[in-house]
């Protein structure tokens, strides 16, 4: 599903309007990059939460010539499934 699919199906679940329903999911995803970005995390009970991890640095291959990289540690943007998320996806 894109962007424009899930605002579609909101719209049409809510019976607001497209671009309402697009500012809210603008806004949502701009409060959830605020606080994950801070160090935060957000949680939905029920949904989930997003949270911020740590990828260590490593060494790698360069597939193309064989030839051994550093790459770099990264923080890394963590989503942890809530329980009734993953009982749906697995249909219990």
Known sequence: ??????????????????????????????????????????????SGSFSTGARAARVGRNPATGEEIQIAAAKTVKFTAGKAFKDAVNGR
Do not use: R
């Open 1 to 46: 599903m894109t962007k424009h699919e899930l605002i579609d199906a909101i719209a049409t679940k809510t019976g607001e309007s497209k671009a309402a329903t697009g500012e809210t999911i603008d806004a949502f995803m701009t409060a959830i990059t605020a606080e994950v970005t801070k160090g935060g995390t957000v949680q939905l009970i029920g």
